[in-house]
């Protein structure tokens, strides 16, 4: 497959065939992803909670994020690489912003950051883009950085004048030169308005059937994540009881002395070695 770049997340759009982006937190999650032949790896900031078990987001380092996005890279091929700058390394202002983006480059290896900001953080999306020539992809709606200052991880643009926000924030992230933008957690009329509306693609998640293409959380789809599922996602496998009833299966042949089985999992001497040992 050839290598999934800037200019083929564009043809994909103009041509109107859906984008599909899969999150990937580590080396087997990445080499899985590929297999599955998506355009775009996610490694998202939702690693906080489905991969290091943290309550939310927030507490995600940069060292966090660049020690799994490397992993991630090494089982990439085709793929384009899109990694979250975390909470903290973006906010406070536009250099350090712009110095993380570019050690996210450089040391996490990723070939676009995503960044959850609106209208306000248009500057810095500019200042990464057309300064530092970092592709950007935005995060609006339900953004879980911020999740505690929108009182919880609720769905957005509910309102008109909320809806209308969403519409300022992405038109303000395509001015600044987002590649994509991701939609989270948002009516489906909302989503198709803002995917109309632009000239660039739109990842929905929980956005919809009229975005411009999807992201879920592998963790999620997969059944690995246990403590809740969101409403906007569907569960493809339960890979999180199978491997439970696996690592089940080999305790108790453990404790009975079934495994290992002798000439199967084993190694032997060579036979004149093994007479004279014994
Ligand atoms: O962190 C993440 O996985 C994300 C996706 C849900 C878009 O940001
Ligand atoms: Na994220």
Redesign the pocket.
Known sequence: RPKVTTQTIKKLYTDGKPIA?M?AYDYPTAVACERAGVDMV?V????AMVALGHEN?SEVTMDDMIHHSKAVSRGMRSAFLVT?LPFGSYQSDETSAVNNAIRMIKEGRAEAL?L?VGHRGAPKVDAIVNGAGIPVVG?IGLT?QSAVALGGFRVQGKSVRNAQALVDDALALQDAGCLAI?L?AMPSLVAETITKLLRIPT?G?GAGSSTSGQ???LSDMVGVFDRFTPKFCQNYADLGPRMAAAIGEYNKSVRAGTFPIEGVHTYAMPATAEENWR
């Open positions: 982006m999150t996610l998202g900031d939702s690693l987001t979250d995503k959850e995060h879980p991701v989270e990842i998640i992201v879920l959380v």
